[in-house]
DNA sequence: ATGAAAGCGCTAACAT
DNA sequence: ATGTTAGCGCTTTCAT
């Protein structure tokens, strides 16, 4: 391994001189800056950033806590946030929490130990105290605090599409499936459509499932012998939407003339299937990207101008509903 | 921050004994480790991952280069690899190449700068001399190399059981849909695959097409345009099998009636999708794990005794082949 | 404009 | 069984 010692002795300088020229910083005669750098690329050096990151107490390192990277909804949040801090030299530790109180706080923990100088957490709540304790950097993503900054899409207003918009379309006996209750933007969703499609003179189904493709399936197959006569389903998201879908098809129910249905997210998978999944749009790249925008603006101290970024939702309407209907 | 010097202070003991506790190293009395360890707790210090980093020169930190963590096939193996290391206490510092190779060169340089212990690369061939200069563990994972560790699938295995179930299910004019020239396991499927259905007398047709959903959709369109008769497809993935699914049905040919379609990976949704796709099955997340478990031998000096690990595949029939054929 | 030296938090000789 | 100390590679006062 070359160091900065090598690099000095090839150089004919101090190493408090080299350090000046990779950190551009302080006086350096010019003459000697070319010197410097000759021998920097001669020897094809690179600064060890661990000795670095020791003495500033600050590494180049961002945490990234999710609660499932096979989730297909958070690889493009992933995405983002990762394209955003590659621009800007930093990377990624990455930690699936599985929404478990003990792995988030792991991480969170091991994390700070390699001094993470940020952190971007698209998973529940975590201890928040030991967040303020730290005075680390962080934006929630995807989730909700009053208290910290945060990226997330409007839950509200997706969930009053949803309900609107299958309401537009005629639905007379509507099931609504609810996702954990412990997830807060999927609950958000949820009672918003909820509220809207309880004042109307229909029949509102409720089923509970969890978010999985896998888990979908069970939701889809209870759902149908639940609801046979139900004629519209709002999912709590694009994984389930699509598995209702799938069983819905397999019972020979037809899409959308029998069953409409309306997810939520728009995963990019949701426009490839068969038929096309009507969903709520929820940005998820750019919204990693904001994530990564805003945590940096407080690494580099700036003022905080919003605390949180509410993105708008869009409806965007494919085969799985009815587009020509009144 | 707490240091090791605050609870040496807090214990009345050297740093060194402290040390010697945590590392559970050299001798020290029942009793002084009990009065350490109490210290430790009181103070809830934490030792510095990036101090000892420094002067081990080893980190905990595993550096991981994919070409796109937004493409279905990938997050599987990163879970299976972040399962494993956390059980290791190890964290995984994330790069997407882009199967650019600057990008890859860029993190590979960075995750070194980073002491991390061990690298895999799902990626394309980095300058390997590189690797071999650097001296630092790596496995290859789905991608292949003679002269590396390397964990993937069997490829030759995979595209010859698409032929073969093709071939049984009475096609007459195939479709083989060609992945990217620079992609290896892509290339091999798709020439088993190509070589035993050029034995037979069949009509075979050729398209090319990258790995996306988003390019899936051009793929299929294309296909249907230049071979309106062809009556089977083997896709080089299930992301473009799944597309090409979804334009047979929106063209109004039936599945497997009219087409039979077989894709490659068995990505979660593969199931959930209407029909069901059939597919070659490769078990990403044990790939994944097994990769990683590779890795923590070569960190642990362990003597290898496999340098290559080859999964089986398997046929995975679901709808979109006719299975009562004949 | 440049160099000497201290020190970031830790581990591992070496000494006792 | 425990303590002292050098040093991992770097940055940053403080001299000069």
């Known amino acids: 391994m070359t160091t900065i010692r090598d690099v000095a002795k090839a150089a004919g300088v101090s190493v408090a001189t080299v350090s000046r020229v990779i950190n551009n910083k302080g006086y350096v005669h010019e003459d000697t800056r070319k010197v410097v750098n000759n021998a920097i690329h001669s020897l094809n050096y690179k600064p060890n950033e661990v000795a670095r990151s020791l003495f500033k107490r600050k590494s180049k390192l961002i945490g990234l806590i999710l609660p499932d990277i096979a989730n297909p909804f958070f690889p493009a949040l992933a995405r983002g946030i990762e394209d955003f801090f590659y621009q800007e030299g930093y990377h990624i530790i990455i930690g699936n929490s599985d929404d478990k ?31 303020q304790k730290a005075k680390i950097p962080i934006v929630l993503l995807d989730r909700i605090n009053e208290d910290f900054p945060a990226v997330f899409a409007d839950q509200i207003q997706g969930g009053r599409l949803q309900a609107e918009k299958i309401l537009e379309r005629g639905c007379k006996e509507v099931t609504i499936i609810k996702g954990p209750e ?76 029998d069953i409409q249905i309306i997810g939520f997210d728009n995963i990019s998978i949701s426009g490839i299937v068969y038929p096309g999944l009507s969903t709520i749009h929820q940005p998820a790249y750019e919204m990693g990207m904001k994530a990564a925008e805003m945590l940096i603006g407080q690494i580099n101290q700036e003022p905080i101008t919003h605390l949180h970024y509410k993105f708008p939702v869009e409806f965007i309407e494919r085969d799985s509903t009815r587009k020509d209907d009144d």
């Open 101 to 131: 109180e003990e792995k988030k706080n792991d991480y969170f923990e091991t994390f700070l130990q390699n001094n993470v100088v940020g952190l971007i957490l698209s998973t529940n709540e975590i201890d928040l105290k030991r967040v």
């Open 182 to 257: 412990t997830i807060k933007p999927v609950q958000e969703r949820f009672q918003a459509a909820f509220e809207i499609l309880q004042q109307e003179n229909i029949t509102v189904n409720m089923i509970d499932s969890k978010l999985s493709f896998q888990d979908g399936e069970q939701t889809a197959i209870e759902l149908f012998k639940r609801f046979p006569h139900s004629d519209s389903v709002l999912a709590c998201n694009d994984a389930v939407a699509i598995a209702v879908l799938n069983e819905a098809l397999r019972q020979g129910r037809r899409v959308p003339e």
